[in-house]
């Protein structure tokens, strides 16, 4: 018998009916005598439902409160689905993250996991029942309630799976799998029986939504094989695994557009040691993700030094800049959020040469300027107009052949 957790997402529990749904696909896999263990997100809307509630009575609420009142959300749905289980002969018993020890750091609405108890769990599992756990929280070592972050029950559910030796992570989902591109932008798209943990990670980091990066990162740290599957259709979803040398490998996977980029530029700085962490230390202080970042050659002793971060971010970067600009006697600082991140991504890539060349060819067809490049080992991005983020993808799609049904390249001996 297998132990599995499985997630469930905000819209798979939505409303009662769903929830007694969710309830039919646990108990078939409970009867057959496995060890289930069930995560749960709030119904959708309710976080933000939750989160207007508070900009209400707050301009700016307090994040320990914030946790406090989002985490609720959460809570509703883990006892719903214990109450459909158990009306249905199945055992079933809900915790919240605080009830079963999910420690986390202090850092409020992006806290990390740091440990999980798994000792209540497993004699709840051994007796017989179906475990359910409130995704998207914790709670750290003074006892205050955190919350993981948007998206944060995948994380949860992955740690689970991790902490408990499971067999397999099942995230259940609206979607029935990861596609090679967001199929709402190229109904061409294709479904992907499988990828590694690695292409999912920099597709993930890249914009794609299907999965909470941080969840991929944890099972890929762990070895926790990762499902993605819908609850609203039948079939396997997509499995993410470790690379498997006997494994086909497409030469690339899939292609990630970020909208939620914005681009910051220091303009005449001085070009000398030094300059790149007075400008980035502040910034990544503030748990600011800065993602690409470029430096331009200095010409009369001045360079200009410009790098993206979340657009949510912008404002309060340009606040943490001010004051660094004028000790450095730069110039200005110039913001943008005009732009979109496209992001080709394949292991296919170590392998063989060109794969930049083909990108730019297919981009420069079609008159699409490029504004920045960063590459990986595995990842290609650029960034360009917002503008013209849909045409990129599609272009890029069509160039490295993904709609086609079957796109492998066997692996060079
Ligand atoms: N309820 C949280 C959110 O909406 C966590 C989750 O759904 O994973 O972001
Ligand atoms: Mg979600």
Same mark, same amino acid.
């Given at each position: 018998m297998?132990?599995?957790?499985?997630k469930? /997402?905000?819209?798979?529990?939505?409303?009662?009916e769903?929830?007694?749904?969710?309830?039919?696909?646990?108990a078939?896999?409970?009867?057959?005598?496995?060890?289930?263990?069930?995560?749960?997100?709030?119904?959708?809307?309710?976080?933000?439902?939750?989160?207007?509630?508070?900009?209400?009575?707050?301009?700016?609420?307090?994040?320990r409160?914030?946790?406090?009142l989002?985490?609720?959300?959460?809570?509703?749905?883990?006892?719903?689905?214990?109450?459909?289980?158990?009306?249905?002969?199945?055992?079933?018993k809900?915790?919240?993250?605080?009830?079963?020890?999910?420690?986390?750091?202090?850092?409020?609405?992006?806290?990390?996991?740091?440990?999980?108890e798994?000792?209540?769990v497993?004699? @709840?599992?051994?007796?017989?029942r179906?475990?359910?756990?409130?995704?998207?929280?914790?709670?750290?070592?003074?006892?205050?309630?955190?919350?993981?972050?948007?998206?944060?029950?995948?994380?949860?559910?992955?740690?689970?799976?991790?902490?408990?030796?499971?067999?397999?992570?099942?995230?259940?989902?609206?979607?029935?799998?990861?596609?090679?591109?967001?199929?709402?932008?190229?109904?061409?798209?294709?479904k992907?029986?499988?990828?590694?943990?690695?292409e999912?990670?920099e597709?993930?980091?890249a914009?794609?939504?299907?999965?909470?990066?941080?969840?991929?990162?944890?099972?890929? +740290?762990?070895?926790?094989p990762?499902?993605?599957?819908?609850?609203?259709?039948?079939?396997?979803?997509?499995?993410?695994?470790d690379?498997?040398?006997? %494994?086909?490998?497409?030469?690339?996977? /899939?292609?990630?557009?970020?909208?939620?980029?914005? +681009?910051?530029?220091?303009?005449?700085?001085?070009?000398?040691?030094?300059?790149?962490?007075?400008?980035?230390?502040p910034?990544?202080?503030?748990?600011?993700?800065? @993602?690409m970042?470029?430096?331009?050659?200095?010409? @009369?002793?001045?360079?200009?030094?410009?790098?993206?971060?979340?657009?949510?971010?912008?404002?309060?970067?340009?606040?943490?800049?001010?004051?660094?600009?004028?000790?450095?006697?730069?110039?200005?600082?110039?913001?943008d959020? @005009?732009?979109?991140?496209?992001?080709?991504?394949?292991?296919? %890539?170590?392998?063989?040469?060109g794969?930049?060349?083909?990108?730019?060819?297919?981009?420069?067809?079609?008159?699409?300027?490029?504004? %920045?490049?960063?590459?990986?080992?595995?990842?290609?991005?650029?960034?360009v107009?917002k503008?013209?983020?849909?045409?990129?993808?599609?272009t890029?799609?069509?160039?490295?052949?993904?709609?086609?049904?079957?796109?492998?390249t066997?692996?060079?001996d």
């Amino acid at each position: 018998m297998a132990l599995y957790v499985e997630k469930y /997402g905000g819209t798979s529990v939505g409303t009662a009916e769903r929830i007694q749904a969710v309830a039919e696909t646990v108990a078939v896999s409970a009867r057959q005598g496995h060890r289930m263990v069930v995560v749960v997100s709030a119904m959708s809307g309710e976080t933000n439902r939750l989160l207007d509630l508070a900009a209400q009575v707050s301009e700016q609420p307090s994040s320990r409160e914030q946790d406090v009142l989002l985490s609720t959300g959460e809570q509703v749905t883990i006892a719903l689905l214990s109450m459909a289980l158990e009306n249905i002969g199945v055992p079933a018993k809900s915790y919240t993250g605080s009830q079963i020890k999910i420690i986390t750091d202090d850092i409020h609405s992006k806290a990390r996991i740091q440990s999980i108890e798994a000792t209540r769990v497993n004699a @709840d599992l051994d007796e017989g029942r179906v475990v359910v756990v409130a995704g998207f929280q914790g709670v750290d070592s003074e006892n205050n309630i955190t919350t993981l972050g948007r998206g944060g029950s995948d994380t949860t559910a992955v740690a689970m799976a991790a902490a408990l030796n499971a067999d397999e992570c099942r995230i259940y989902t609206d979607v029935d799998g990861v596609y090679t591109t967001d199929p709402r932008i190229v109904p061409e798209a294709q479904k992907l029986d499988r990828i590694t943990f690695e292409e999912m990670i920099e597709l993930s980091g890249a914009g794609a939504k299907v999965l909470q990066i941080r969840s991929v990162e944890f099972a890929g +740290k762990y070895n926790v094989p990762l499902r993605v599957l819908s609850s609203f259709t039948e079939g396997f979803g997509t499995l993410i695994t470790d690379e498997d040398s006997s %494994m086909e490998q497409p030469l690339i996977s /899939g292609i990630a557009l970020s909208r939620d980029e914005a +681009k910051v530029t220091v303009r005449g700085v001085p070009d000398k040691p030094g300059i790149a962490y007075s400008i980035l230390g502040p910034v990544s202080e503030a748990h600011i993700i800065v @993602d690409m970042i470029v430096q331009n050659i200095g010409t @009369d002793g001045l360079t200009d030094f410009t790098f993206t971060i979340p657009r949510a971010d912008l404002d309060r970067c340009r606040e943490l800049l001010e004051p660094v600009v004028k000790s450095l006697g730069a110039a200005e600082i110039i913001g943008d959020s @005009d732009l979109a991140k496209i992001s080709v991504v394949g292991v296919g %890539m170590r392998s063989h040469a060109g794969i930049a060349t083909t990108m730019f060819e297919a981009l420069s067809d079609k008159g699409i300027n490029i504004q %920045m490049i960063s590459t990986s080992e595995i990842k290609i991005s650029v960034t360009v107009d917002k503008e013209y983020a849909e045409l990129a993808v599609r272009t890029l799609h069509k160039a490295f052949d993904l709609g086609e049904e079957k796109n492998i390249t066997a692996c060079p001996d």
